[in-house]
């Protein structure tokens, strides 16, 4: 049985699903306090947005870091919405943990042992992204990590892994829900973002991982796409994500699931 208290007004069952947006990457308060906005009058309670990025090259933008985290509480303030936002390193951990409802493991730190040490340490809930070359057992051996010092809070995310397929960014596994419901009782939160690659997949992917039984997503929403710091061609603009949250509610209703 799916069971994870994100805070006091949000608790994800098997008759809830979680639906999480917000930019890719924290950019100013205009942006996010204004993204933030928008999205919860659609009804979205928890907030994404990156300060500390993952970036293949280091030529690209990192992240506004303790600046970015500051941003996404004062969009907290301004809207009553959670916030989930990445750790990528054990020194930035007891900074991201006092800001964050929810603490994010990226793709590229799913099998990073000495981090996810660090955070089983901790008591905020955490969503663990499945490693792009990760087998599912080992995206499961990773949260025996997570969970080691008692916290059951966790969320798996599944992402897309790599195969052979270059027409997308990476393919996403839609097989991957069934298989982890049979095997724990953690929720898993379909990213449809990073596997398309580009925004107008990103609709058939939620659709797909929502009839497939999902507990939730996460979606990379974003005011202005075109002038995104980070993953421009896959961020959705808020009436594209209002179009497809309205028929995520109706797979839902047929599914016999509540949003929160
Ligand atoms: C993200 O969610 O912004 C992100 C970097 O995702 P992933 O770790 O899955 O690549
Ligand atoms: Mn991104």
Redesign the pocket.
Known sequence: MVNVKINDELTLTDDKFLMIAGP?SVEDEEQIVGVARDLKRIGVNVL?G?AF??RTSPDSFQGLGEEGLKLLSRAREATGMAVIT?VMDIEELPLVEEYADII?I???NSQNFSLLKQVSKQKKPVLL?RGFGNTIDELIASSKYLSMNGNKNIMF?E?GIRTFEQSTRFTLDISAIPVLHEKTEYPVII?PS?PAGVNRYVEPLALGGTAAGADGL?I?VHPDPSKALS?AAQQLTVPQFRALYDKVKNINAVLDKTMI
Do not use: L, Y
């Open positions: 890719c994404r990156g990025k993952p990445e994010q990226g793709s590229r992204k995310s992402r990213d990073h996460m990379e993953d």
